[in-house]
């Protein structure tokens, strides 16, 4: 049987292989795009026929790899960092979890290196570990019983945060309504935000509602469509009127605007009708990481890749 000292011991043995996990999970998200968004935009390069455009894209792609080769962040902006988890309430390390995702990005802040952005809000005053009020910022889904949690690391930067928009609209607008409001947050400032996009737009009952499903909009991975035919045809009919502005990569004139355009929607209540617009830069930084109640990790969206 255990004593208080092997015990104590032993918790601070799995808390430290759990943060290391998570630290360099974090460097391996900020520093290689997930499988699907490289693979999106291999099919935006090759559809753009312009010199200038092909320049564009051909320069991402020799960031990306040098990014990749070097180790180093893909963009200098590493962003404000949020966690969205998937957590089972039978993952034995549950409790671990906010202390695990300070002290990662504390040392990632370091090893990656991750640019100090955490700014406090009054006193502005940054902080050099990126540790500051409610940052890391985590968003929890409890899973009934499940024994593994997902984490997904969101690197929010500020040319892709500043285009975001929400609006409580009267049902007598009609859903249409939402259609000028989302082309003007994405053609407006969206352009400052290293096109191509992807639009993430959040639809619901209330601003907070809506915003929250906005970002989980951003973290669905390519080739998935709104579960309703309705939510699928109207992402469709976004995606090619924002398409048809011919913004291109850069804000310099293409064929394309967006990588995608997804919706997430929620009940609303039968008075509103709440829209939130969010959108990410072409250097679209989501990893996902599952992890099993013996530390044993899965990679989904990076092939081949261990930690
Ligand atoms: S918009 Fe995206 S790619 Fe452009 S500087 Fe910001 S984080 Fe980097």
């Given at each position: ?25 974090i460097g391996l998200a900020a520093t290689r795009l997930s499988d699907d968004v ?48 998937n957590a089972g309430t039978a993952f034995p390390y549950l409790s671990y979890i ?66 975001g928009q929400a609006r409580v609209f009267k049902p007598s607008d009609g859903i ?132």
């Open positions: 049987m255990l004593n208080e000292t092997d015990a104590a011991s032993g918790k601070e043995e799995i808390k430290e292989k759990f943060i290391s996990i998570i630290e360099k999970f490289m693979a999106r935009l291999e099919e935006m390069r090759k559809a753009e026929n312009t010199p200038l455009q092909k320049e564009i894209y051909g320069s991402y792609f020799e960031n990306l790899k040098m990014a990749q080769e070097l180790k180093r962040p893909c963009c200098q902006d590493t962003g404000m960092i949020q966690f969205y988890l906010p202390e695990v995702l300070k002290e990662a990005i504390r040392r990632a802040t370091v090893s990656v290196p991750l640019r100090p952005n955490a700014v406090d809000f009054f006193d502005e005053k940054i902080s050099d570990d990126n540790i500051a009020e409610r940052s890391p910022w985590i968003n929890w889904e409890l899973i009934p019983d499940s024994q593994e949690v997902e984490i997904t690391v969101y690197f929010s930067g500020a040319g892709c945060s500043l285009p249409e309504a939402i259609l000028p409001f989302v082309f003007d947050a994405v053609l407006g400032p969206g352009i400052n935000a290293c096109p191509p996009l992807l639009v993430g737009i959040g639809l619901g009952h209330n601003i907070e509602n809506a915003a929250v499903l906005s970002k989980k909009a951003l973290l669905r991975s390519f080739g998935r469509h709104h579960s309703h035919p309705k939510g699928a045809e109207f992402e469709r009919r976004i995606m090619n009127g924002l398409n048809s502005a011919g913004m291109g990569a850069q804000g310099l004139r293409g064929n394309q605007a967006v990588m995608g355009v997804h919706i997430e929607s929620s009940a609303r209540h039968t008075a509103t009708i709440a829209c939130a617009v969010n959108v990410s830069c072409y250097m679209l930084r989501r990893g996902v990481i599952r992890l099993k109640s013996n530390l044993s990790y899965e990679l989904p969206a990076y092939a081949g890749e261990t930690l």
